[in-house]
């Protein structure tokens, strides 16, 4: 049994400390990327505690001669116009795993997809891999780490109460709040004493909107006034629908 996930990697700023309720066992960051560019990297790991070295995908069209003079022994590449996995190089890949393992029929390979929005909990590759993105470290794919993963997830040994109900709960409901949109300079080069006096009006005005944006979020009075009034908002669609339903019924 292995796990091949396709994991982009580029280049990004990855928060270290994310601040979250006490006692939370699932907890996201969010990263900004400072380039639309980026490397996908598919490991591929065993039940049993093996692993083959990864493919790694570029964008492009051309094969780049000494690509990987620096990467890892055995470290495989492919070339793809997005930069992440397509048909034609997947059947490469597949040919790669089949010669990278011990000699077994085609045949015998059969593959299976994890369900969408999933692979953060049932993919397997997922724990080794997320310490091998901040550091290359060959202890991040030693036989106890991998055979861990795959315990962890409850894919093997089989264990289908390995994932609580906990880890499938649907993330909170955040309110944003509307913020003016960013200013842009209406004058242009070498404004007349006109122009300026009106760009200056309506930038007191966007400061005023944006001081009473402040005073909302530091009053904790108007924030509770905001939220009786979403309460009320709901009370009446549910007394709405439940007239409606006894109505039905009668």
Known sequence: MAALPEKPSGTFISLQKVIAKKGARQVHQ???????EHISVCP?????GTYIPPLLIFKGKRMIPGLLNSAPTGFVMGFTETG??????????IEYFV???PPIHPHDILLYALPLYTTHILQPAELPFATLKKAYDK????PTAICN???????W???????????????????????APTYTRLTKANPT????????????????RLEEELETLNNPESLKQLKEAEEEAERMVNEKQHKKEVAIQK
């Open 30 to 36: 969010v990263s900004y990327s400072s380039s639309h």
């Open 44 to 48: 591929t790991i065993s039940a049993a």
């Open 84 to 93: 992440y996995m397509r048909e034609s190089l997947f059947q490469k890949y």
């Open 99 to 101: 010669s990278s393992i």
């Open 139 to 142: 202890e991040s794919y030693m």
């Open 149 to 155: 993963a795959f315990k962890t997830t409850g894919i």
């Open 157 to 179: 040994p089989l264990n289908p109460s390995a994932i609580g109900p906990d880890r499938l709960d649907p993330s909170l409901h955040t309110n944003i709040l509307q913020l």
């Open 193 to 208: 004493k006109k122009e300026l006096l009106s760009e200056i009006r309506l930038l007191n005005k966007r400061v005023e």
